[in-house]
């Protein structure tokens, strides 16, 4: 019997709230405001700092954020909107919602990312935009995908719920391009509990955001209570209730302020998982594109040989759990999930990149606050699982 390298149960993330945050969000609290207001309107002008992006619409999360940016490019029936199958399944799921059709690319081995030499062979009459994930934080290869999009007049909507503080080619993610989308959930790099945001070049958009993000009135809330509001309002579209809370801002603002310090912790531990395992016959690493690019790290997620390790990743996750480790699954492949084999007809075999990660990749843990000793324990614990302790 081996003796338990973990005594308590280790989580695969762990958000990090300082005081500053814990104390921003009583101030809320107790000011009288909980809703949005003052502090959305701050955490909003900060994000527009960190990302120099032209403009900046807090949300309720990046769901919301994809939906009203695809809907915000007015699509109809049986037009098609491109990404990938190795995503969280709100990409998808948004472009249906938005009432187009959503055309799949595989990816890339080295990197989850897009296969952007199969881009252009899923393009048609139409397409209208392209929806590319940043996956963990590494940067697709954006040059590739506008220029194709420029060519053929398309949108593109960068998921980036993994890519705050993320640089393609010395450029901060929604410093350039179209449209951006991030997340504040809180396994992600930053967080307001449950949050996202919009950026774009497209004060159009920017202002259909606006409007559709609050039941379509076209004032926000805090402007009709304060002092000099109006109680009148029109309601241009029937909008949805996507807004950002105060109390989700409070938080935000100081996650903002610590994010490249969260960055840089992350960035530590993945080169030191990196270090570990690149020569582990159990393990393929992720490998890094030619072009430059900073990672923001939002996952390290390897793929296991099973062959080599003698286990599925499904029987690796669940050794790990026994062992007090917790184990994240970003993600499965999402074109093999009931609704999308029903109603758009994809089988098995579809997408074979997409599919053989999804079979074999995990994500470790990975979170500003893990130390180096719990990393090594970590390790300690992979360790004693491929080998069968
Ligand atoms: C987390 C995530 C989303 C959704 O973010 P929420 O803020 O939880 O709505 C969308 N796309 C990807 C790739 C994600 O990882």
Redesign the pocket.
């Known amino acids: 019997m081996s003796t338990a390298v973990f005594d308590s149960f280790f989580p695969f993330s762990r958000p990090s709230i300082c005081d500053n945050a814990i104390a921003e969000v009583v101030a809320c609290l107790k000011s009288g405001w909980i809703t949005t207001g003052p502090r959305v309107q701050q955490f909003s002008e900060d994000l527009q700092t960190y990302t120099e992006a032209p403009y900046v619409r807090p949300l ?7 939906h009203l940016a695809l809907l915000g490019l007015h699509l109809e029936p049986g037009d098609e909107v491109i990404t990938t199958p190795m ?2 399944v ?2 998808l799921n ?1 472009i249906v919602l938005a009432g187009a059709k959503p055309v799949l690319v595989d990816v890339e081995p080295n990197t989850y990312n897009l296969d952007v030499n199969k881009l252009e062979a899923a393009i048609t009459e139409k397409t209208r935009a392209i929806m590319p ?1 940043h ?1 963990a934080g590494l940067p697709v290869d954006l040059d590739a995908i506008y220029a194709l999009a420029k060519q053929r007049r398309l949108r593109v909507i960068e ?1 980036a ?2 890519a705050i503080g993320a640089h393609y080619k010395g450029k901060i993610i929604g410093s350039c391009g179209d449209t951006q ?5 809180p ?2 790099n930053m967080t307001t509990g ?3 945001a919009v950026t774009t070049r497209d004060l159009e958009l920017a202002k259909r955001i606006s409007l559709l993000r609050f039941h379509g009135i076209d004032r926000e809330a805090w402007n009709r209570f304060g002092k000099d509001g109006k109680q009148q309002y029109d309601v241009i579209a029937p909008g949805f209730k996507y807004n950002m809370m105060d109390i989700q801002a409070a938080l935000g603002i100081h996650q903002l302020r610590a994010l490249n310090d969260f960055i840089e912790r992350r960035t530590t531990l993945a080169k030191r998982y990196l270090e570990k395992m690149a020569d582990s016959p159990y393990w393929t690493v992720p490998k890094m594109p030619d072009y430059d690019f900073k990672h923001a790290w ?1 996952l390290f997620a390897p793929l296991i040989n099973p062959e080599q390790a003698n286990m599925s990743r499904d029987d690796f996750m669940h050794k790990m759990k026994e062992n007090n480790v917790g184990t994240g699954l ?2 499965q492949a999402a074109h093999l999930y009931p609704y999308y084999q029903e109603h758009f007809g994809y089988r098995e075999g579809d997408f074979p990149v997409a599919e053989m990660i999804g079979e074999r990749i995990v994500s470790l843990p990975l979170f500003p606050d893990m130390t180096v000793e719990q990393q090594d324990k970590v390790l300690q614990v992979i360790d004693n699982v491929m080998k069968g302790n």
């Not at 309720?60 to 994809?66: D, E, F, N, P, V």
């Open positions: 309720s999360s990046a769901t919301a954020g994809l995503t969280f709100a990409s948004t994930i996956f998921d719920a993994h989308v991030f997340s504040f959930h396994n992600k449950e949050g996202g939002h970003h993600y």
